[in-house]
């Protein structure tokens, strides 16, 4: 397979998803993560929860109570690398 930089996986019926299937799941990443090294920099899996569709980003949207808002039918997990 080419490179690719986000899998995606969508259930036909919402799921349960355990604490430790979370965690094995993350240790999945991780692995990759490890599979994968990058020259000089490192990566590590910094996100885990709901996904993010909107964030109040500005101090106006603070002012006006723009609120963060979630896909609570979605479980996130994101990467970070420095």
Excluded: C, Y
């Excluded at 500005?58 to 002012?63: A, F, H, M, Q, V």
């Amino acid at each position: 397979m080419d490179k690719i930089d986000k899998i995606k996986i969508s259930f036909p019926v919402p799921i349960k998803l355990s604490d430790n299937r979370i965690r094995e799941i993350t240790k999945v990443i991780q692995r990759i993560i490890t599979d994968n090294p990058q020259s000089g920099q490192t990566m590590w899996p910094s996100e885990f929860g709901n996904e993010i569709l909107s964030m109040p980003m500005t101090k106006e949207d603070d002012e006006n109570g723009v609120p963060i808002v979630f896909d609570d039918a979605v479980f996130h997990i994101g990467v970070s690398i420095d």
